[in-house]
């Protein structure tokens, strides 16, 4: 692919973050007197964020009314717990050694806000290793639009033709596609409720975070 540089979304790629999320979530059912929901029945909604973790836990759309105070507690929640069981998936920490031992640059770009990107990043020991890092309201737009991704190919300094993105969501792909970068669907991660990551329009979907050398010329 001739690709200059890697990028990779956060939760459900680089990190799986679905159990401490899941967690913010039970806490907040707690406060409300309704019993703890399976972290795997959580699992699948987690790349939507508090959006998609606030439907599965209360069946609420950001239009209810309850909506705004409720993803508020629940984010002061995630807070203070960010990285109790979060980990790197298996195989993402070789990866970026393999990534860094070819002197290329790797970075993140997530939707996931700066307050919680940054501290995240830092406890698991990426934050000064990631040559640019951009989160949900450093541009005024998320993906899928591409806004991000080409804020990430300016930081660099590289076209965003010469970067692959790597992503478990549909909108991962989208905002690629939208940024005339390569993009490659993570097949380990969260994929969305009933992802099908074979119809996103990736150029490959892949198993093992291994398996990214393979597209690197």
């Keep these: 692919m001739n690709k200059r540089a890697i990028l990779f979304d956060l939760d459900g790629t680089l990190?799986?973050?679905?159990?401490?999320?899941?967690?913010?979530?039970?806490r907040l059912r707690g406060e409300r007197g309704l019993d703890p929901i399976s972290p795997e029945l959580a699992?699948?909604?987690?790349?939507?964020?508090?959006?998609?973790?606030?439907?599965?836990?209360?069946?609420?759309?950001?239009?209810?009314?309850?909506?705004?105070?409720l993803r508020d507690r629940f984010l002061e929640l995630y807070a203070e717990a960010?990285?109790?069981?979060?980990?790197?998936?298996?195989?993402?920490?070789?990866?970026?050694?393999?990534?860094?031992?070819?002197n290329l640059p790797w970075g993140i770009v997530t939707n996931k806000s700066a307050r919680f990107t940054e501290p995240l990043l830092e406890l698991l020991g990426l934050r000064h290793r990631a040559a640019c890092v951009v989160s949900g309201d450093t541009t005024g737009k998320t993906k899928p639009a591409p806004d991000p991704l080409l804020r990430a190919a300016a930081e660099l300094g590289i076209p965003a033709s010469a970067c692959l993105y790597i992503g478990d969501d549909l909108r991962d792909v989208q905002?690629?596609?939208?940024?005339?970068?390569?993009?490659?669907?993570?097949?380990w991660?969260?994929?969305?409720?009933?992802?099908?990551?074979?119809?996103?329009?990736?150029?490959?979907?892949?198993?093992?975070?291994?398996?990214?050398?393979e597209f690197l010329a």
């Excluded at 699992?43 to 105070?69: C, E, M, N, V, W």
Aim: net charge negative; glycine share 14%.
């Design 82 to 102: 960010l990285c109790v069981d979060t980990i790197l998936y298996e195989g993402v920490p070789e990866l970026l050694l393999d990534i860094e031992s070819r």
């Design 15 to 26: 990190a799986d973050t679905a159990m401490d999320l899941a967690s913010a979530l039970n």
């Design 175 to 187: 905002a690629a596609r939208a940024a005339n970068m390569g993009a490659i669907a993570a097949g």
């Design 43 to 69: 699992r699948p909604h987690t790349s939507s964020g508090a959006r998609g973790l606030l439907k599965i836990g209360f069946g609420l759309a950001p239009q209810d009314p309850d909506y705004g105070p």
């Design 189 to 213: 991660g969260y994929l969305g409720v009933n992802g099908a990551p074979g119809t996103w329009g990736a150029d490959a979907v892949i198993e093992r975070p291994a398996q990214v050398i």
